[in-house]
């Protein structure tokens, strides 16, 4: 991809975490280092049940002193509800600021260096009124904005980029591998380290306790992941979410979401291995699917 695009992201919302004790409240619930979020990075981290299952995720950039939380936003009711129970005495106020702002992502070449910035995964700078940060996951998926609702369209015109579509995005996402929410992670089920949150930036090693932190940590160094969310191409028709994909006589994973040709699809590492050995077919549909592992993946 070439020219510079914006797309407007309708399905995400923004939480505000305001107080004395913001930092140090999500600090202790959440995957990632909250004490890196700073004007000059943001951050992607999950939170998780007390037994390690995923619940959300979201981006971390900072607003002063406050946090603002880039969350999905059909479901920030529920991530609001769910802080407010560990927030006891703690200085602390949660707010839905989705009316206030407008999500957008920048994709194309040259697209974080027209907005100012550095390139680096994570990296942020005041933009527009708002903020923009290069995705902290993988700098190669393009950068994210939050910027006043009513003036974000003229603000990302004014800078070069031209309207694009969400499937645009999706597919620049879905090819680097990038799951997105509750369309390609399960709720309560599903273990961060099979949707590669680790490689992703999205897990800090050397925080301390969080919300399920026990679980992941066994996960990574009892090497007890068995499954990977993976990029496939589709020849033929696009599966919908929740297709099992068959090896043979065997469902060995399931599409998550897709676009046109390419998608995701959750699946056994070893049917993978399996499958590259044997070069027997992966269908899922009526389709064939092929594996394509990211540069960023370790499986």
Aim: hydrophobic content about 45%; glycine content about 10%.
């Amino acid at each position: 991809m070439s020219e510079r695009q914006y797309v407007l992201l309708d399905d995400r919302g923004v939480i505000r975490v305001s107080g004395a004790d913001a930092r140090s409240f999500l600090q202790g619930l959440v995957s990632n280092d909250m004490e890196r979020v700073a004007a000059e990075h943001a951050v992607h981290t999950a939170f998780l049940t007390p037994q390690g299952k995923y619940l959300h995720d979201f981006f971390v950039a900072a607003d002063g002193d406050d946090l603002l939380l880039d969350c999905e936003a059909a479901r920030a009711g529920d991530l609001v509800k769910r802080l407010r129970i560990y927030k006891l005495r703690s200085l602390v106020d949660l707010a839905d600021d989705s009316d206030a702002f407008a999500v957008a992502a920048c994709i194309g070449d040259g697209s974080a260096s027209a907005l100012g910035l550095s390139g680096e995964a994570g990296s942020t700078v005041r933009f527009g009124g708002g903020i923009a940060y290069v995705d902290p996951r993988l700098a190669d998926v393009g950068a994210r904005l939050l910027l006043p609702r009513e003036t974000a369209v003229a603000t990302l015109e004014a800078a070069g980029f031209a309207s694009g579509t969400r499937d645009d995005f999706d597919r620049r996402r879905i090819g680097l591998g990038l799951p997105d929410g509750v369309r390609d992670i399960e709720v309560e089920k599903a273990v961060l380290l099979e949707y590669g949150f680790d490689e992703l930036n999205g897990v800090d090693w050397e925080k301390g306790c969080y919300m399920g932190q026990e679980l992941t940590a066994r996960t990574k160094y009892r090497g007890l992941i068995k499954k990977r969310l993976v990029p496939v191409a589709v020849d033929g028709p696009l599966p919908a979410s929740g297709t099992p994909v068959v090896l043979g006589n065997d469902e060995v994973g399931e599409v998550r979401s897709g676009v046109g040709e390419v998608a995701l699809a959750l699946m056994r590492l070893e049917a993978l291995e399996n499958a590259a050995e044997t070069n027997a077919p992966l269908t899922a549909g009526n389709a064939r699917l092929t594996p394509v592992k990211p540069a960023w993946a370790s499986y």
